[in-house]
């Protein structure tokens, strides 16, 4: 990010891109602010940052990417990365509160990063695969097969190799699990610690 542009003149001059620079310097806190509370599964403290981090995106038009502007605007696709980064970390406290519904909606604020022709750059995340994995498993706790089903032949031909991937191979195993019976190899595998912690809370839902 930019830092903030100091106008050397004796009255300040107020310049539209000293208001952008102000809303991205409290947007990096609040930013900062929940990837700290992320890591420490603060999850109370995520849910009472977000709501003030959403404003700061929608005032920097970050809500909704411009796609085409990322191409053109370095500082611009920096931005949009942070806008990434935050709905991800929104999508990760959804799941640890058990606020389902909410998930959904942040996950669908990622698709035009996840899942778009215009600026793959955008495309590449850490975390992508394991929110498209607790996507699916989301789907299958509703009971929405045919849902699931449309969505994975999608992410199928968009990720290489789904069903061998650390993270989507997980859903793929649980549905045909079920459809086979073998609830407690779906209990095992759902039993599962370190960066796939998220994966537990399903495991009730779709035993019961």
């Known amino acids: 990010m930019s830092g903030f542009r100091v106008e050397s003149r004796s009255r300040p001059v107020h310049h539209p891109r000293q ?15 929940l990837k700290q509370a992320v890591d420490n599964s603060n999850y109370s403290a995520c849910e009472q940052l977000l709501p003030s981090i959403k404003l700061e995106l929608i005032k920097s038009n970050l809500l909704v990417p411009d796609l085409k502007k990322s191409l053109v605007s370095e500082s611009y696709f920096q931005d ?9 970390c ?16 942040f996950f669908t604020l990622l698709r035009p990063y996840y899942f778009n022709d215009i600026n793959p750059k955008l495309n590449h995340s850490n975390n992508k695969n394991k929110l498209i994995s607790l996507y699916l498993l989301d789907l299958l706790s509703q009971g929405d097969i045919t849902t699931y089903h449309e969505e994975l032949e999608f992410f199928s031909k968009k990720l290489n190799n789904i069903e061998e991937d650390e993270y989507c191979s997980y859903p793929i195993k649980v549905e045909k699990w079920l459809m086979e019976g073998s609830y407690q190899k779906v209990k095992d595998i759902l039993a599962v610690g370190g960066d796939k912690e998220e994966f537990k809370f399903f495991s009730d839902i779709l035993l019961n």
Do not use: Y
């Open 19 to 33: 208001h952008q620079e102000q809303r991205m310097a409290s947007l990096n806190e609040l930013t900062n602010a």
């Open 80 to 88: 949009l990365c942070v806008s990434r980064s935050v709905t991800e």
């Open 90 to 105: 929104a999508c990760i406290c959804s799941i640890n509160l058990e606020q389902f519904d909410r998930f959904k909606q």
